[in-house]
């Protein structure tokens, strides 16, 4: 029987063996599945983008250590909300971690429930992230069933162009236009204009 995925899972990346078991733990005392790694390169190997969840990951490790890493990810397209976690007060460290999107910057030793707390508004984050593209994707599939001249109404009704006005834009009937907003809205799966000029919005035609 095929291994089934956590719903969440937080990766944790310190070379500090102690840290690691103590965290793991602490993140395991809540319900939520956890996965270690020594190393950057032991991530790396491991992650899985289509997991949601958050890495909580130690700035300064050997070889590579924690901004390197968030870089490396960034080129990589992985988008997975990061907690930085420190031996060392250090405000540049910790402006470029913020600058480059982390979501956190604890010191050690940091308090438990902070650190819970980051761990689930990650993930929570992660989640809306993921429910966002998905339904992203989703509107451009249906956006790529109009046609060019559907597509051309779509963008004017959404401006707040009347059928009329549009018609007279287009240099085509009335009715013709009214034929392509009712298959706009039968193809974009839209209720009313209010969500259809939504669906736009994020579809980025406003």
Known sequence: MPETKPKTLVYLVDDDFSVRDSLSL???STGQAVRCFESADGFL??????????????????SMGG???????????????????????????SSKAF?????????????????????QEGIQKDLDTRVYQTEK?????????????E??????????????????LLKVSYRTIDVH????????????LSELTVMAMHCGLM
């Open 151 to 168: 597509h051309e109404v779509l963008i004017l009704v959404v401006k707040g162009f009347s059928n009329k006005e549009a018609a007279k």
């Open 99 to 119: 600058r480059a999107g982390a979501i956190d910057y604890l010191e050690k030793p940091f308090d438990s429930e902070t650190l819970l707390t980051r761990i």
């Open 67 to 93: 901004l390197e890493l968030q870089e490396e990810m960034t080129r990589r397209d992985f988008a997975i909300p990061i907690i930085f976690i420190s031996g060392h007060a250090d405000v540049p460290d």
């Open 181 to 192: 907003r009712a298959k706009i809205m039968e193809k974009m799966e839209a209720e009313d």
């Open 137 to 149: 994707r989703n509107l451009n599939k249906r956006l790529g069933k109009l046609t060019p001249r």
């Open 26 to 28: 602490l993140i395991e």
């Open 45 to 62: 190997n491991d992650y899985d983008p289509a997991q949601a969840g958050c890495l909580v990951l130690d700035v300064r490790m050997p």
